[in-house]
């Protein structure tokens, strides 16, 4: 039987096919002016994207080597750092720390749950951190972060606010330099519609002003060396050539679509997802759902691996499932990037019959129902 494969994983996500067609073009030389022309063409949607006015770095990596290299460039020897964990992700921030030997409290954030705010205000009156490092969307759990509030804490001190915005960058609003957040990375195999292979960052003066000064040893993800090659429109080395045509291409379509209504797809797809999740009876894992990835809890006398697997075998659709000890637990489907109200609807449908057919649920059509209901209001 002939299946057509949909991706509905956080990463990577489905990329436009006009994106491909753009990276199926012949390779262009990375110094040559014809590639120099579309590199300083992407900084400047780059900058629209972020809401930034400041140039937005670009690395030929995933998006923890942006992470490590945030780590790296803002951290000087001696500094204290705050970690929030709340998840996978967030719990990378603190093992990059520890591989650098940085002194650092971690704020541990039930799973699931999004840090309370008043928290890390309290953590931040009682000792000096240089600089904090937090999730926006925690991919791992479903779970969004309030960075905005947090951003209110540390934007008029001398303290860093550290973003990974890997996931949430193209799907949950951020205004970079209107919030005052320092850093904010990400990569571009989720919300930016490509194959893996580029990681960005985002750079307040604040954070400028400490990177140019930073002692800790860097190379390959020296961003004060990134900067100076980005206003000749190069990198410092060799960079993803094609991936560059391709995002070149993808921003033009978030530009022409609009960040804000972007965003409100987001929403909507996320909104619809929860609905026809309650709608077959299940419940969400997250108290504070994100618009990325919607992660449900499985009976255990169904298994999430079988729903995994059913959703492949029976319809082609590739979701995922929870990690460290959420593993058998949850299963993920995310709605991020190039994803249409077709795409959902097709999604829920698909696990209202896996749940149906594995012995859970009484009636087919209600998560459907429930799914139009929300995608059809204002359309």
């Known amino acids: 039987m002939l299946k057509k494969k949909r991706l509905f994983t956080p990463g990577p996500t489905m990329v436009p096919e006009e994106v ?3 990276m199926a073009e012949p390779v262009k030389h ?3 002016p014809e590639f120099v022309e579309i590199f300083e063409a992407v900084n400047e949607k780059l900058k629209k994207l972020f809401f930034t006015k400041n140039p937005v770095l670009t690395f030929l990596s995933s998006g923890t080597g942006a992470m490590e290299g945030a780590v790296v460039n803002t951290v000087h020897s001696g500094d204290k750092v705050l970690v929030i964990e709340g998840g996978k992700f967030g719990q990378r921030w603190a093992e990059i720390c520890k591989a650098w030997n940085i002194d650092h409290d971690v704020i541990h954030v039930e799973w699931g749950h999004p840090v309370d705010v008043n928290l890390v205000a309290d953590y931040l009156k009682k000792t000096h951190y240089d600089v904090v490092f937090m999730t926006h969307s925690e991919t791992s759990t479903g779970t969004v972060n309030d960075v905005k509030a947090v951003a209110e804490l540390t934007k008029d001190t001398d303290t860093l606010l550290v973003v990974d915005g890997i996931t949430s960058i193209g799907s949950h609003e951020l205004y970079f330099d209107d919030w005052g957040i320092d850093v904010v990375v990400t990569g571009s195999q989720k919300g930016l519609m490509l194959p893996p292979g580029l990681a960005f960052a985002a750079i307040s003066n604040k954070a400028w002003a400490k990177i140019e000064k930073k002692d800790l040893p860097v190379y390959y993800f020296d961003w004060v060396k990134a900067k100076k090659t980005l206003a000749k429109g190069q990198t410092p080395y060799t ?3 094609s991936l560059i045509v391709g995002l070149n291409k993808a ?6 679509i609009g ?3 972007i965003w409100k797809k987001h929403q909507k797809h996320g909104d619809a997802t929860r609905a026809a999740v309650k709608a077959i009876g299940l419940e969400l894992f997250s108290k504070s759902p994100s618009n990325v990835v919607t992660a449900i809890n499985i009976p255990e006398e169904i298994g999430a691996s079988n ?3 059913k959703m492949m075998d029976d319809f082609g659709i590739r979701i995922t ?3 460290e000890h959420l ?3 949850i299963i993920r489907i995310s709605h991020l990037g190039y994803i249409d109200d077709v795409d959902i609807i097709s999604v829920v449908a698909a696990l209202e019959a896996v749940m149906y057919n594995l012995g859970f649920g009484n009636k087919l059509g209600e998560a459907t129902k429930a799914a139009l209901e929300v995608l059809t209001v204002d359309n």
């Open 239 to 241: 960079t993803g050539v």
């Open 20 to 22: 491909l067609l753009e």
């Open 259 to 261: 960040m804000e209504n």
């Open 321 to 323: 499932g929870g990690q």
């Open 307 to 309: 729903v995994i697997n």
């Open 30 to 32: 990375h110094r040559a």
């Open 251 to 256: 921003l033009d379509i978030i530009m022409e």
């Open 327 to 329: 593993k058998g637990k």
